[in-house]
């Protein structure tokens, strides 16, 4: 990927509620595109990944993702969405067959869940 | 088994000055990545280590250094401290044999400030 986008800085959602990350690329060849979660103070921990195949991927907590290729838009969702949700969501990309799996990521997204 | 672990967690140095910060990658893993977070900002690529030798390098000046030792370990030296050089410090790991498709494991980082 040459970049990353995430539209959105922060996203306020109520809890269950719905929501969606946005996440858009910019890439001449193929991607692997990838969702971190950063909990304060703490490191990135991968959600999901797409590589190949099934464009919707599933991933941990309940989150879920669909690639787009016509759209080059890799869109982070949770039908309903808990207090614990609260965190820096990463979208990220590496170019496929590239020599290292070095990551581009976007600038994130601050959901933040209120009561 | 031992996640990537990163010393120290927090330090503060004066411009200038010299700093050295350790990571022990994830066990089984062979290649290790060094990320420069800065506050409100995704992860920025600054190097890969595999078999001792830095295999990729980001746009990051000379002044960012590093090392891998034969058990894998890492450290990453900054010289001539900036202002800018204050961020979070993240060292991910993988196996090599995982090719790109490999999932980088992130320590929690070592957030250093420089005055």
């Known amino acids: 990927a040459q970049s990353v986008t995430q539209l959105d800085s922060q996203v306020p959602v109520f809890e269950e509620a719905p929501v969606e990350l946005r996440c858009n690329y910019s890439?001449?060849?193929?991607?692997?595109l990838f969702w971190y979660v950063q909990y304060p103070n703490q490191g990135l921990q991968l959600l999901l990944k797409?590589?190949?195949?099934?464009?919707l991927v599933k991933g941990i907590n309940g989150f879920e993702a669909e690639f787009n290729k016509s759209q080059t838009s890799f869109h982070l969702r949770k039908p309903s969405v808990h207090i614990s949700d609260t965190a820096e969501y990463f979208c990220?990309?590496?170019?496929?067959?590239?020599?290292?799996?070095?990551?581009?990521f976007g600038t994130g997204t601050l959901l933040a869940v209120q009561p | 088994d031992a996640g990537v672990t990163q010393s120290p967690t927090h330090l503060i140095k004066t411009r200038g000055q010299q700093v050295t910060l350790r990571c022990s990658p994830k066990s089984g893993h062979d290649t290790v990545s060094w990320y420069q977070q800065a506050l409100g900002q995704g992860p920025q690529f600054i190097f890969q280590y595999y078999e001792e030798e830095e295999r990729q390098r980001g746009n990051f000046p000379d002044r960012f250094s590093g090392h891998q030792f034969p058990n894998y370990s890492s450290e990453l030296n900054v010289n001539a401290l900036l202002l800018g050089d204050s961020a979070l410090y993240l060292c991910?790991?993988?196996?090599?044999?995982?090719?790109?498709?490999?999932?980088?494991?992130f320590g929690e980082g070592s957030r250093l400030t420089v005055l």
């Open positions: 797409y590589l190949s195949g099934s464009t």
């Open positions: 991910a790991s993988t196996p090599a044999a995982a090719g790109g498709t490999g999932e980088l494991f």
């Open positions: 990220a990309g590496r170019n496929y067959g590239g020599a290292t799996n070095k990551l581009i």
């Open positions: 890439s001449s060849v193929s991607v692997y």
